[in-house]
């Protein structure tokens, strides 16, 4: 795909690596239709793209309520009067163990609430915004690319059920979409990014870090520009559909 005037969706774009793949895709000419929850985030975002001279607009919504995706995904369809790329973004955790236990006693389990928290936004958002773009680009009939961002942690990280099983399911369904969607003119790709350096990251303790650092061969954290680099080789290459791009420095979980 050439990005020069296309117009990319993005959600969660108001910090991390959706506000990264934004700003990047903006410097090689897309217009972008800013999805988020935070306002002043948004704000910032749209600032930064709107510097590279395209045009950028924010919305408000909530990708795990249907009624808020379909709204949201019209009326960014009408008000650019296409629609040729989304980047799946939108995520959350809530990290808890399954079970938690002392001496042989049950002290603390994940809630349902947690686990459902995390699949709501983390699936099932993917799942809304990818049918309901998908839906525009078949009637705007120019065929168009979905990026899902996925996570190493897909291949299952103690603490992680809920966030694990929504990003394997997330690379899951990339491959079902590429199948599927193949025939109208539309690819899908999937990004699984390693531990990368975003707000969540940054707030943690430096010894935390050093932990999660550790046994990544390159010792660093990933940076949101080169998971957002990824992104946009999804979208430039024609011939990439169905697969996951690793990018995690080396780690295997």
Same mark, same amino acid.
Not at 167 to 196: H, N, Q, S
């Given at each position: 795909?050439?990005?020069?005037?296309?117009?990319?969706?993005?959600?969660?774009?108001?910090?991390?690596?959706?506000?990264?793949? /934004?700003?990047?895709? #903006?410097?090689?000419?897309? =217009? !972008?239709?800013?999805?988020? %929850?935070? +306002?002043?985030?948004? @704000?910032?975002?749209?600032?930064?793209?709107?510097?590279?001279?395209?045009?950028?607009?924010?919305?408000?919504?909530?990708?795990?309520?249907?009624?808020?995706?379909?709204?949201?995904?019209?009326?960014?369809?009408?008000?650019?009067?296409?629609?040729?790329?989304?980047?799946?973004?939108?995520?959350?955790?809530?990290?808890?163990?399954?079970?938690?236990?002392?001496?042989?006693?049950?002290?603390?389990?994940?809630?349902? /609430?947690?686990?459902? #928290?995390?699949?709501?936004? =983390? !699936?099932?958002?993917?799942? %809304?915004? +990818?049918?309901?773009? @998908?839906?525009?680009?078949?009637?705007?009939?120019?065929?168009?690319?979905?990026?899902?961002?996925?996570?190493?942690?897909?291949?299952?990280?103690?603490?992680?059920?809920?966030?694990?099983?929504?990003?394997?399911?997330?690379?899951?369904?990339?491959?079902?979409?590429?199948?599927?969607?193949?025939?109208?003119?539309?690819?899908?790709?999937?990004?699984?990014?390693?531990?990368?350096?975003?707000?969540?990251?940054?707030?943690?303790?430096?010894?935390?870090?050093?932990?999660?650092?550790?046994?990544?061969?390159?010792?660093?954290?990933?940076?949101?520009?080169?998971?957002?680099?990824?992104?946009?080789?999804?979208?430039?290459?024609?011939?990439?559909?169905?697969?996951?791009?690793?990018?995690?420095?080396?780690?295997?979980?």
């Amino acid at each position: 795909m050439e990005l020069h005037d296309k117009v990319i969706v993005i959600t969660g774009a108001g910090r991390g690596i959706g506000r990264a793949s /934004a700003v990047d895709l #903006a410097g090689h000419g897309a =217009n !972008l239709a800013l999805i988020d %929850l935070r +306002a002043a985030d948004l @704000a910032e975002s749209r600032a930064q793209c709107a510097a590279k001279g395209v045009e950028a607009r924010v919305y408000e919504a909530n990708v795990a309520k249907e009624d808020e995706v379909i709204a949201v995904i019209g009326r960014i369809a009408a008000d650019f009067g296409r629609l040729d790329g989304l980047v799946n973004n939108a995520g959350i955790v809530r990290d808890a163990l399954l079970v938690k236990a002392k001496a042989g006693a049950v002290v603390e389990r994940m809630s349902l /609430a947690q686990w459902s #928290a995390v699949i709501d936004v =983390n !699936l099932t958002g993917v799942f %809304l915004c +990818a049918r309901e773009t @998908a839906i525009r680009m078949i009637e705007f009939g120019q065929g168009g690319v979905i990026v899902n961002i996925s996570s190493i942690s897909k291949a299952g990280n103690a603490g992680q059920s809920s966030y694990s099983a929504a990003k394997a399911g997330v690379a899951a369904m990339t491959v079902v979409w590429a199948k599927e969607l193949a025939r109208c003119g539309i690819r899908v790709g999937a990004v699984a990014p390693g531990f990368t350096h975003t707000e969540i990251l940054a707030s943690m303790r430096p010894e935390i870090l050093e932990k999660l650092t550790a046994p990544v061969p390159l010792k660093r954290l990933g940076e949101p520009q080169e998971i957002a680099a990824a992104v946009r080789f999804i979208f430039e290459n024609d011939f990439y559909n169905g697969r996951c791009l690793e990018i995690d420095g080396g780690l295997r979980l």
